[in-house]
Nanobody, 111 residues
Framework: QVQLVESGGGLVQAGGSLRLSCAAS????????MGWYRQAPGKQRAWVAI???????NYADSVKGRFTISKDSAKNTVYLQMNSLKPEDTAVYSC?????WGQGTQVTVST
């Protein structure tokens, strides 16, 4: 059984930064795709960023240049560094691998 636990969310002013963490247990994920998704109130869940084996990354256009996904395989943890945050980034952020999802962490960006 794989468990994903996110942390690092909170309230931040526009232009600020946050770093989200997703700690995985139950298997090592160094060879798997890990992704971050977000769901804003009243909207469908949307993909934000992914990282695959070898460290290759890809980002949604809305966060490109502002967000960075990375991983520490020794700690079985994936990170999402979010800079230059905007109010429209407000959402519940969840990490994913395969069919497994974390419980999510709330990010709120105020004007």
């Amino acid at each position: 059984q794989v468990q994903l636990v996110e942390s690092g969310g909170g309230l931040v002013q526009a232009g600020g930064s946050l770093r989200l963490s997703c700690a995985a247990s139950g298997r090592t994920f160094s060879s798997y795709v890990m992704g971050w998704y977000r769901q804003a109130p009243g909207k469908q869940r949307a993909w934000v960023a992914i990282i695959i084996s070898g460290g290759r990354t890809n980002y949604a256009d809305s966060v490109k240049g502002r967000f960075t996904i990375s991983k520490d395989s020794a700690k079985n943890t994936v990170y999402l560094q979010m800079n230059s945050l905007k109010p429209e980034d407000t959402a519940v952020y969840s990490c994913n691998t395969g069919r497994y999802w974390g419980q999510g962490t709330q990010v709120t960006v105020s004007t």
